[in-house]
Structure formats: C-alpha cells, structure tokens
C-alpha cells in the first residue's frame, strides 16, 4: 500500500524558513518523479516543484523561484521542500505527490499524480 506522510508545517513570520519532508513507503520511491502541491482556502491546488526520479533536475512554480529548494534521498525514501523567505502568500497546506508510473515525464498537473499524502499546513504572518 501506497503511503506518503508529510511533515513540517506550522506557523511562521515572514521571511522565516521552514523544511517539509514526505516519507514514503509501499512504491519504489527511487523510480518516481516526485512533486509538491500547495492548496490554499477557498483556491485550486496548485504545483509548487518537482524533481526527477534520480534527483539531477528540479522545477519551480515561478511564485517559488529562488526561495523554495526541492530535494531527495533516495536512500531514505524521502522528499524534501526547503523554503526559505516565506511570505504571507505561501500560506497554504502544502501535499507531496506522486505519479500513476515509474520514471516518465515531469509533470505539473494534478491529474496526473495518483497517490497523495494528507498534507502539512503552512503558516505564514505578516
């Protein structure tokens, strides 16, 4: 069974830093591209990054450019989103993704990930 835990949340002042992790078990995680969600009240949820299976490219939502680090270790099964320079607008629960298939294109749709975590809220006062 496909499982994806995220952590890390909580309540931050602007320009603070916070490091999300989703631990993942049941798939070989180290086959998968893997991405962040964000999702806000009342909005769509929305891509944040993604890295390929093997950790050697990364992609941002341009809102996230510069300030969010995606990462991985494929030894521990874990995904990563360091962000740095929060601020209010990043407010949101924040969910780790993963696809339907192994390897594959990166994608930033949300119809094309199959297993999701419950997500971690984000916080962020001005």
């Known amino acids: 069974q496909v499982q994806l835990v995220e952590s890390g949340g909580g309540l931050v002042q602007a320009g603070d830093s916070l490091r999300l992790s989703c631990s993942t078990s049941g798939f070989t995680f180290s086959t998968y591209n893997m991405d962040w969600f964000r999702q806000a009240p009342g909005k769509e949820r929305e891509f944040v990054a993604a890295i390929n299976w093997i950790g050697s490219s990364t992609y941002y939502a341009d809102s996230v450019k510069g300030r969010f680090t995606i990462s991985r270790d494929n030894a521990k099964n874990t995904l990563y989103l360091q962000m740095n320079d929060l601020k209010p607008e990043d407010t949101a629960g924040y969910y780790c993704?993963?696809?339907?298939?192994?390897?594959?294109?990166?994608?930033?749709?949300?119809?094309?990930?199959?297993?999701w975590g419950q997500g971690t809220q984000v916080t962020v006062s001005s």
């Open positions: 993704a993963a696809p339907k298939s192994p390897y594959g294109p990166y994608s930033k749709r949300v119809g094309d990930f199959h297993s």
